[in-house]
Structures are given as structure tokens and as C-alpha cells.
């Protein structure tokens, strides 16, 4: 399994980003690139899914960027974890179903190291916490797929400036908030990434 790993230190913008990720898919698809693995942040931005709706723009003077992974209108920043893929599914097993499910358990078992609780939820996609006897969503989880290559991935709010999803309805769901990691459990989450990347790649082999 050849998978390039790609760290960015400096945040990246989104457009940049997305057209790379575009690029690679081609590169993949001739066989010119192997897959990817890339860590990174963006600078505070706007997304919308393929299948967002316009009233879930709660303030109408934010700029949103019109992107074409699933889902629906999120927000990206300082203090997110953006964990992008480029998987080839051609030279796996061709089920959206089950690379969502692997996903899912890289999160959660990422956490689990951490001490920190989370599921997925069949009825609303992502990642999710108990806290203090409300649900929180903590990763979301949105993905493409281009002949049967996989690209976009998840994110993870670490510690994140919650404040900015107020202007919008984030990912569809009116009634549960986001949180932190960092609100959940206050400590060190240095090797978080590390970590992430590990359990992706162990992931897949199975």
C-alpha cells in the first residue's frame, strides 16, 4: 500500500487545496501518483456540499464557497484538524458504505487513545460525544467519489472558535451543537494527527 503523507505547518486555503486534490485524482486515476494522506488547516471559511440548502445560511453576508464533496454547509479555521484523502477504491472494495465506516472507526478509536467516548450516527453523519448529557458533534465527515477514487475526508474540532458556526445551520442539524476537544478533555493532543494516520492506514488493511 503506497500512500503518500502530507503535512502542511502553514494553513492552506481552501480553493488551493481543493485543486490539488483534484489534480491528484487525475494523477491517481493514470497511475502517475500514489495515494494521499494530507494534513493541513484552512484559514476561516465557508463550505457548502452538493446538497445544502440556502436557508441554512443563518447570516446572509458570510462568503461561501461552493464546493463539490457531499454534504451540506460547514465551517473551516484555526484550531480545526483537516484530514484529506485520495484513496483509489479501484484496488479495494468499490463500497462508499464501507470506507465511511472505516473512517468513522479511525476517529473513534483515535479518541478512544484519548480516553475520549465518541460514535457515529447512522441517521446524522459524523462523529459524536455524550457530554454532560447532551450529544455534540465533535468530527464531520464529508467525501466524493470520482471513478472510484475517494477524496475530501474529516474534520476535527480541537479547539476551534465554535462562535462562527452561529451564522449558519452546520451540516444540516438544527437541534445538537458542536464542541471541542479541547472543552471535552483538556490536555495534550500533540500526537493527535500521528495518531489519525495510523489508525486510517490500519484501517484500510482491513
Known amino acids: 500500500m503506497n500512500i503518500e ?19 491528484r485524482i487525475d494523477k491517481i486515476l493514470k497511475n502517475k501518483a500514489p ?3 494530507w494534513i493541513l488547516e484552512h484559514p476561516s471559511i465557508y463550505t457548502a456540499g452538493s446538497s445544502y440548502n440556502e436557508k441554512e445560511i443563518l447570516d446572509k453576508s458570510i462568503n461561501l464557497y461552493k464546493t463539490n464533496r457531499g454534504g451540506k454547509i460547514t465551517y473551516h479555521g484555526p484550531g480545526q484538524i483537516i484530514f484529506y484523502f485520495a484513496i483509489n477504491l479501484n484496488n479495494r472494495k468499490k463500497d462508499i458504505r464501507n470506507l465511511i465506516n472505516k473512517i468513522e472507526n479511525t476517529i473513534i478509536e483515535t ?3 484519548y480516553k475520549i467516548k465518541a460514535f457515529a450516527d447512522k441517521s446524522n453523519i459524523g462523529i459524536w460525544v ?6 455534540k458533534k465533535i468530527a464531520a465527515i464529508g467525501i ?13 474540532n480541537v479547539n476551534t472558535d465554535l ?3 452561529k451564522k449558519i445551520i452546520p451540516c444540516g442539524i438544527k437541534d445538537k451543537d458542536l464542541i471541542n476537544l479541547s472543552k471535552i ?22
Request: aromatic share 14%; charged share 35%; proline share 1%.
Open 130 to 135: 455524550n457530554h454532560k448529557k447532551k450529544i
Open 35 to 37: 495515494e494521499l494522506i
Open 163 to 165: 462562535k462562527k458556526y
Open 144 to 156: 466524493r467519489v470520482r471513478r472510484w477514487v475517494a477524496y475530501h475526508g474529516f474534520s476535527i
Open 185 to 206: 478533555k483538556n490536555q495534550s493532543y500533540k500526537n493527535l494527527k500521528q495518531n489519525l494516520i495510523e489508525n486510517f492506514i490500519k484501517n484500510l488493511k482491513s
Open 111 to 113: 479518541f478512544k487513545s
Open 5 to 23: 503523507i502530507k503535512k502542511s505547518k502553514k494553513p492552506v486555503e481552501y480553493a488551493k487545496a481543493i485543486s490539488f486534490l483534484e489534480s
